[in-house]
């Protein structure tokens, strides 16, 4: 398909309950010419991507409009979200006074059995009962019907029928209840969704929205997106940095924390970069912009996070399609109640208890909230499919170089053949070196400026993943790397004894013949082991070190650690292994640095890569990206994944069992529709209080 489409980002208003994004996402679906939209309850937006021939926005407009919602123009969104603080805490106020009010009414209720229906019933006119009760539900009644007309059954259908039912047979005090709890539960409902809001809102809030730019003339401030790469934009101390970059001048204590989640001040002068959203301590310091706003690392975690909705977990899936099979089930119930135990009230009772609010809600604002707490901690989760899969996930592979290590090598031994100087092996090893990104290459090349060897720019060059280069150096043909591509290599007794104690050692060959062999080491990440434990502690049974370098280096690392290893391993064998465990039912972990293992992180079913923060291709390679370039966050990512899933499960199987209960009771008739409307709002409470317990970090 020839791609023409266009995507646009749309800010929508009024979705309050977990039905309301699929509301949207369906009549923004069926307008013509959308090609595919995805809708974010969060972040309240939805992203649609349409073919603009066949389509228009007014359209869509109108569509969201229809289903009773609103779509707000970039400009009012700024103004309505500060109107939104005022307007989520009147919002507040009354959940809380719905809320006293619903309490006030079950004592109420037991009024029923002390003849309080009856009296009512029989002193206050039915049509002026009746009337209260349309006018009172009439909010919900109009959302029932603008969902019915966009082909939704909403869980507020079964009871508004349930209120039908009650007037039908004359208690208008019941239908007045049931509407009472309704109009309740929409403010739970609502309340719920604030808060789940707030997980992405509060990162949100952290977002830059302008710079301080030299200009010739002087200083000025400019709005955020008016600011261009290579501005050179000023902070001073205490300000927030508006743009990821390096800094030209001064010095300055950072605090990352908004980017990390760690809070230590880092040093930074010129020459370091630096990251949107971080805030410098003592210090003003000149920074040359690279990148701003939304492709700032800030602003892709914020996108991430937003959108992490949309990668959903199977037992999101499952609610999401539970409400679709549980609704005509109820239905069915209720009939049946009618039909054999020809009992009006016990049917308006089946309807009413049946409400799956909760069931709906539970599983994305239990998602929601660890995807946000993590962020502000600087774990970054693209979803909740990814907590899913870590939360089971029994083997864990870990690429050695640059993830075991801090990925620093240096050069600890050069080893020249017979009738080559050491400067000589090293200048043409760091020449041939020239263009590659690998650690490897980079501690060659600092060996070279430290020898003060000549450095030569190679004509031909070609990387070999996982094995070494191959150049052009002063006309003759250069190779260094491992034994693979190095053929002669010789094994020479310092070689032996250098591999043996855990060095990499990679050879260089000048026109076919092996001029000898050099020596490096990394600093292992002293944080590792604990790390490891941690992991194995949280239930990964098996964990297996994966490399390119040789058996020899990488058993030392291995046994220090207790894991298993896998060495000579080329870029594709890595993916293998991992397809191979997941063939066996494993669910496999990958941690990597997100860089030259980049296709084994997508192939896990979970990838995480380590210290992501600057790095574009880790974020956008990893399933979940650790900012920090520490290992502690591998077990505590599992940590969260595991908390989750179980407070997932007790919300589905405590609203399972409770509404299971509920329409049993209702079914014979022993729960009256009334005590059923107050008892359906009551785990909607509970899976609020529940789920919020993931926003607090342990
Ligand atoms: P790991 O699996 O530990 O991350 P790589 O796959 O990146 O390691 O590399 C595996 C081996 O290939 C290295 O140990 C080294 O011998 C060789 N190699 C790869 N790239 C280079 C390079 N640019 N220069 C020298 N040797 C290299
Ligand atoms: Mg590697």
Redesign the pocket.
């Known amino acids: 398909m020839p791609d023409t489409n266009e995507t646009t980002e749309l800010s929508i208003g009024g979705m309050d309950c977990a039905d309301c994004s699929q509301t949207v996402r369906s009549a923004i679906s069926r307008v013509a010419g959308v090609v595919s939209v995805e809708v974010y309850l969060a972040s309240e937006k939805a992203v649609v991507t349409r073919d603009p021939a066949r389509s228009n926005l007014d359209a869509i407009r109108s569509a969201v409009e229809n289903a009773g919602y609103r779509v707000r123009n970039g400009a009012a969104a700024g103004s309505e979200e500060r109107l939104g603080g005022a307007a989520a805490l009147s919002r507040r106020v009354l959940t809380v006074f719905g809320i006293m009010f619903g309490a006030v009414m079950v004592i109420v209720i037991a009024g029923e059995w002390f003849g309080l229906i009856d009296a009512l019933t029989a002193r206050v006119p039915y049509a002026i009962g009746a009337a209260a009760v349309v006018f009172g539900g009439f909010p919900v009644f109009e959302k029932v019907i603008r969902a019915a007309m966009s082909r939704r059954i909403t869980s507020h259908a079964l009871m508004s029928l349930g209120v039908v039912a009650a007037l039908v047979i004359g208690e208008w005090p019941t239908a007045a209840v049931i509407v009472l709890f309704m109009r309740v539960g929409e403010y739970t409902e609502s309340f719920t969704a604030d808060r789940a809001r707030h997980a992405v809102k509060d990162l949100t809030a952290r977002a830059p929205t302008s710079a301080r730019i030299e200009r010739d003339a002087g200083e000025i401030e400019l709005p955020i997106d008016e600011v261009v790469p290579g501005d050179v934009v000023i902070v001073r101390p205490g300000e927030r940095i508006p743009v990821d970059g390096k800094v030209i001048s001064g010095n300055a204590t950072i605090d990352q924390a908004a980017i990390t989640g760690e809070s230590m001040p880092v040093e930074v002068s010129a020459g370091s970069e630096v990251f949107a959203a971080t805030i410098a301590g003592l210090g003003a310091i000149r920074v040359h912009a690279t990148k701003i706003g939304p492709d700032s690392t800030f602003g892709r975690v914020i996108t991430m996070v937003e959108e992490a909705e949309a990668n959903k977990s199977d037992v999101q899936r499952f609610a999401d399609r539970f409400s679709g099979v549980y609704l005509p089930i109820v239905l069915g119930i209720a009939m049946l109640t009618f039909l054999v135990r020809r009992d009006a009230i016990a049917t308006a009772a089946v309807l009413v208890v049946a409400c799956s609010c909760s069931i709906a809600l539970a599983t994305p604002i239990a998602m929601l909230a660890s995807v946000g707490a993590g962020a502000k901690r600087g774990l970054l989760i693209k979803g909740g499919k990814y907590l899913e899969l870590l939360a089971r996930a029994d083997v864990l592979l870990i690429?050695?170089?640059?993830t075991l290590t801090f990925g620093r090598p240096r050069v600890i031994d050069v080893l020249p053949a017979a009738g080559c100087s050491r400067e000589e092996l090293i200048g043409t090893a760091a020449s041939a070196?020239f263009f590659?990104e690998?650690p490897?290459?980079e501690a060659l090349r600092a060996a070279g400026r430290e020898m003060n060897c000549p450095l030569a720019e190679p004509g031909r060059f070609e990387?070999v993943?996982?094995?070494?280069?191959r150049a052009d150096v002063d006309g003759r043909t250069v190779v260094?790397?491992?034994r693979r591509i190095v053929s002669d290599a010789s094994d020479s007794p310092g070689v032996v004894e250098l591999e043996s104690d855990g060095k990499?050692v990679?050879f260089v060959s000048r026109d076919g013949v092996c001029i000898g062999a050099i020596a490096v080491a990394d600093t292992p990440r002293p944080e590792v082991p604990a790390a490891v434990a941690a992991a194995r502690a949280e239930g990964i049974r098996r964990i297996e070190l994966?490399?390119?370098?040789t058996a020899a280096a990488a058993r030392a690392i291995a046994a220090e650690l207790g894991v298993e290893f896998r060495a000579d391993?080329l870029?594709e064998d890595k993916i293998a292994i991992v397809r191979e465990y997941q063939a066996d039912g494993h669910t496999v972990v990958m941690v990597g640095d997100g860089v030259?293992?980049a296709p084994a992180l997508a192939q896990a079913d979970v990838g995480i890569a380590m210290g992501a923060a600057g790095s574009d291709v880790a974020i956008e390679a990893a399933h979940i990206a650790l900012m920090r370039d520490d290992w502690s966050g591998v077990p505590d990512v599992i940590r969260i994944a595991r908390r989750t899933m179980r407070i997932v499960k007790m919300n589905l199987v405590f609203t399972g069992v409770y509404n299971l209960i509920g329409l049993t009771l209702a079914a014979f008739g022993i729960l009256p529709p009334i005590l059923a409307a107050a008892a359906q709002s009551l785990p909607d409470l509970g899976i609020l209080g529940n789920s919020s317990r993931l926003l607090r970090p342990k």
């Open positions: 690429d050695k170089t640059g070196e590659s690998h490897i290459a990387a993943p996982g094995q070494g280069v260094v790397g491992g990499t990679v994966l490399t390119g370098d391993l870029p030259n293992d």
